[in-house]
């Protein structure tokens, strides 16, 4: 390196060596398909991978940004919702308990807490935190956020004592929505989270799967909540009809926020509270 | 010392059967003969290194453009040239420089030639089929090992009738 003394320590047989490997070895890679898309495969897997290194490491910082955004967020609706006339606080409804959603317009839904419930006995009920002073009287339909629930049977002031659907003295009128057959169901083997429907007629094609739903002409909810799936179907010829076990949507060890269905009409037995 | 017209010639003696003789050699697709490999073991250890690397690109680029793909016979070339040295030192640790640099390979007995050249091939094999077939499979790997011997002995047929100095006495440089 006559010209360039200051880089006479590159102008040394290893240095030359790497180099030139690395220069034949990219025209291979540029030369040859198969390498060419392996290299450019392993780029963009380095790339990926690299990015979602880089997103776990900045994840704690991304978070906090995303909360600050988010409290400011509902700081700014609260305020909104104070400023609104007549707003109140059942302007939430459960999305996933509703397949219909016709009956909107008569009924609005107060959000209620579990604060006690039984588990192990043939007649489960729970206790809700709301009651008499938020409009709560017994024969309301309470559901979660999967589906129906369970109704009201008793309450006070500011509780209210709910009979699920896993109480064996509960009936509730149920609709196959793709046959349009009502039955009626009931909580007669007590394991929970499975019902039974009964008097579904025998000339019916019910297939597993098919979902359940509140029938319109129910006294207590109405119609379009969904009540839970199939699971199997017993055609026994002595009984006449077909009697089908239903997995519940809603699952009773994991109960969050329930929903009163409060009529804002006259309909159902809530339209003339005792 | 050998002469730049004596590794021309050995050069094109190798392309020639490279090119006329391995493909009717090679065994069923699973070894593959080439001898090729003796020009970077026996560049002689006495030019300058600058010329050594020279010769070394240009014999691999030749051999690249009549072989392809392009920079595969280079690259794994460059290795054989690359490690030769570090070889020779490590089967021959008394060997002071100046001794190193009149090393000629020519010299070699049976035995070290095998010690010399036949490592140095599976090396430039091991590099040569998974990058070839650019994947890493025990087929990949079965066809190189089973290939660097089947060239060792392609190797060993030129270094006894060719390259061995009958001159020279058959003594390892130790």
Redesign the interface.
């Known amino acids: 390196m006559p010209f360039f003394p200051y880089l006479a320590w590159l102008w040394r047989a290893p240095v030359v060596w790497g180099l030139l490997q690395g220069i034949v070895l990219w025209m291979y890679i540029r030369y040859e398909p198969r390498a060419h898309t392996a290299f450019q495969r392993a780029i963009i897997e380095f790339q990926a991978a690299f990015h979602g290194l880089m997103r776990w490491v900045t994840r704690p910082w991304w978070a906090m940004r995303r909360l600050e955004e988010l409290e400011r967020q509902n700081a700014e609706l609260f305020t909104t919702l104070a400023e609104l006339q007549g707003t109140s606080t059942y302007s939430t409804y459960p999305v996933g308990a509703c397949a219909d959603f016709a009956f909107l317009k008569d009924y609005r839904f107060l959000p209620a807490r579990v604060i006690y419930q039984t588990f192990h006995t043939h007649q489960n009920y729970a206790i809700l935190n709301r009651g008499g002073r938020d409009g709560v009287y017994p024969g309301l339909g309470v559901v979660g956020p999967e589906g129906v629930l369970g109704l009201i049977a008793e309450t006070t002031a500011t509780y209210s004592i709910m009979y699920a659907i896993f109480h064996r003295n509960v009936y509730l009128n149920v609709v196959l929505p793709l046959h349009g057959v009502n039955g009626l169901m009931t909580w007669r083997t007590p394991v929970l989270n499975r019902v039974e429907v009964d008097y579904i007629p025998p000339y019916v094609q019910v297939k597993e799967g098919e979902e359940v739903w509140t029938t319109p002409n129910s006294l207590i909810f109405p119609g379009g909540l969904r009540v839970g799936r199939i699971e199997a179907v017993e055609n026994d010829p002595r009984q006449g009809f077909q009697r089908l076990r239903i997995a519940t949507y809603i699952d009773w060890h994991r109960i969050g926020t329930v929903y009163i269905l409060l009529p804002t009409r006259g309909v159902g037995l809530g339209s003339a509270p005792l | 010392m050998a002469s730049v017209w004596e590794v021309l010639l050995y050069s094109v003696l190798l392309l020639a059967f490279q090119g006329a003789l391995a493909p009717a050699l090679q065994v069923s697709g699973w070894a593959w003969p080439m001898p090729y490999v003796l020009f970077w073991l026996f560049l002689p250890f006495s030019w300058r290194?600058?010329w050594e690397?020279g010769a070394a690109?240009l014999f691999?680029g030749v051999l690249d453009i009549l072989f392809?793909?392009?920079?595969?016979q280079?690259?794994c070339g460059?290795?054989v040239?690359?490690l030769r040295r570090f070889w020779l030192r490590l089967l021959h640790p008394s060997l002071v420089s100046d001794e190193a640099r009149m090393f000629a390979p020519q010299r070699l007995s049976t035995l070290d030639f095998f010690l010399y050249a036949m490592p140095l091939t599976l090396w430039h094999h091991l590099w040569y089929f998974p990058?070839a077939e650019?994947r890493l499979h025990f087929s990949t790997l079965g066809r190189a090992l089973l290939s660097s011997t089947y060239t060792f002995v392609w190797e060993w047929i030129i270094f006894e009738l060719l390259l061995r100095k009958p001159h020279v006495a058959r003594r390892s440089p130790r």
């Open positions: 290194w600058e690397i690109v691999g392809p793909p392009i920079g595969l280079t690259f460059l290795w040239w690359g990058l650019w």
